[in-house]
Nanobody, 124 residues
Framework: QVRLVESGGGSVQAGGSLRVSCTAS????????MGWFRQAPGKERETVAI????????YYADSVKGRFTIWQDNAKSSLYLQMNSLKPEDTATYYC?????????????????WGQGTQVTVSS
C-alpha cells in the first residue's frame, strides 16, 4: 500500500519562503505523476503543481506560477515544493498525491494516493 508522508509546513510572514517535502513508500513500481494540492477552510481542494514522472514536465496553477517550484528526487520517490513570495491566500493544508496508473494527472480526482497533509500559514 502506498504511503505518502508530508513534512516542512509551518508559519511564515508574507513574502517569505517555505519548502514542503513528501516521501513515498510501500510501492513496487513507479508513479506516473505526483502533485501538490491544497485546501483552505471552507474551500475545495485545488491543484497547486504537478510533475509528470516520464518526462519531468510540470504544471502549475496560475495562482502560483513564478513563485512555486515542484520537483522530484532522482529516485522519483520524494517530491518537493519550494514556495517563495508567499501570500496570505496561500494559507492552506498542503497535500502530496501520487498516481500509478493512467496518464491523466490534472485535478484531485485523478489521484489515488494521498498524504495526510501539512499546514502552511502565511500571515500579513
Amino acid at each position: 500500500q502506498v504511503r505518502l508522508v508530508e513534512s516542512g509546513g509551518g508559519s511564515v510572514q508574507a513574502g517569505g519562503s517555505l519548502r514542503v517535502s513528501c516521501t513515498a513508500s510501500g510501492y513496487s513500481s513507479g508513479f506516473n505523476c505526483m502533485g501538490w494540492f491544497r485546501q483552505a477552510p471552507g474551500k475545495e481542494r485545488e491543484t497547486v503543481a504537478i510533475v509528470y514522472t516520464w518526462d519531468s514536465d510540470t504544471y502549475y496553477a496560475d495562482s502560483v506560477k513564478g513563485r512555486f517550484t515542484i520537483w522530484q528526487d532522482n529516485a522519483k520517490s520524494s517530491l518537493y515544493l519550494q514556495m517563495n513570495s508567499l501570500k496570505p491566500e496561500d494559507t492552506a493544508t498542503y497535500y502530496c498525491a501520487a498516481k500509478m496508473y493512467g496518464t491523466i494527472c490534472r485535478g484531485p480526482a485523478d489521484f489515488s494516493s494521498w498524504g495526510q497533509g501539512t499546514q502552511v500559514t502565511v500571515s500579513s
